[in-house]
């Protein structure tokens, strides 16, 4: 997606080989138009997978799942982290361990929120070791749902989720995809396959 990539190279810093910095648009402040963008090109991707419900997780998900939940006209429902208040029975669970920040979080989801009828888009923002959305994806097979595929923002194509994704024969549709981080510098997949041609 153009636009997004353009942004990613605005506003994008690379920390380190391994992380992207994109707090001025995605993870910190969010810029609501380009979310929108974001949101009309999953609906564009899946129109025609009969979706009924987004799944993402909390917090940088929800942004644009809502998005894209606003064009294919359907819910959206978030896994939270942390135990809540008032969501404490029926819940749907998953161990998500995250290799950047060497943590587990138990994720959850009510039943209530994701039925054996619904055929569901899991949308995140990020896609790295793949953890959290193979997390999603163990909720939404608990729940009997049908998942239609993944819709993630950015790709970190250099490491290995999306892979695992694709092995499983999960439909992935990445907006950006990040080949490496480089000395500061962002590569894109597709840049670089122009640049051959
Ligand atoms: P994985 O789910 O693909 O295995 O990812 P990983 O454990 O590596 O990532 C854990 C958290 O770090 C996730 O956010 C993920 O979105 C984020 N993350 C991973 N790589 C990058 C990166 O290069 N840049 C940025 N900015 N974030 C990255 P989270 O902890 O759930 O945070 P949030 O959704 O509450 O913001």
């Known amino acids: 997606m153009k636009l997004l990539v353009e942004r990613i190279k605005?506003?994008?810093q690379a920390?380190?080989?391994h992380v992207l910095k994109v707090d001025a648009f995605l993870?910190?402040?969010?810029d609501p138009e380009l979310?929108?963008?974001?949101g009309k090109e999953f609906a564009a991707r899946f129109a025609d997978e009969g979706i009924t419900k987004i799944?993402?997780?909390?917090?940088?998900?929800?942004?644009?799942?809502?998005?894209a939940g606003l064009y294919l006209h359907v819910p959206v429902v978030f896994a939270r982290k942390r135990k809540s208040l008032t969501l404490s029975e029926g819940l749907l669970t998953a161990s998500v361990h995250s290799f950047?920040?060497?943590?587990?979080?138990?994720?959850?989801?009510?039943?209530k929120y994701v039925a054996q009828d619904d055929r569901v888009l899991i949308i995140d923002d990020f896609l790295a070791n793949g953890q959290a959305a193979l997390g999603l994806i163990d909720i939404?097979?608990?729940?009997?749902?049908?998942?239609?595929?993944?819709?993630i923002v950015i790709e970190k194509s250099f490491q290995d989720g999306a892979a695992k994704l694709k092995e499983l024969g999960i439909r992935v549709e990445s907006l950006a995809q990040i080949e490496a981080l480089?000395?500061?510098?962002?590569?894109?997949?597709?840049?670089?396959?122009?640049?051959?041609?």
């Not at 979310?35 to 974001?38: A, F, K, R, T």
């Not at 799944?55 to 998005?67: H, L």
């Not at 939404?140 to 819709?151: D, F, H, P, R």
């Open 10 to 12: 605005q506003d994008g």
């Open 15 to 17: 920390l380190s080989e």
């Open 27 to 30: 993870n910190h402040q969010i």
């Open 35 to 38: 979310m929108q963008e974001i």
């Open 55 to 67: 799944v993402t997780i909390e917090s940088s998900g929800i942004a644009p799942a809502v998005m």
């Open 100 to 111: 950047t920040k060497n943590e587990t979080n138990e994720i959850s989801i009510s039943k």
């Open 140 to 151: 939404v097979e608990q729940s009997g749902a049908n998942l239609a595929g993944i819709g």
């Open 182 to 197: 480089e000395g500061g510098k962002v590569l894109f997949k597709n840049d670089k396959v122009e640049e051959l041609v």
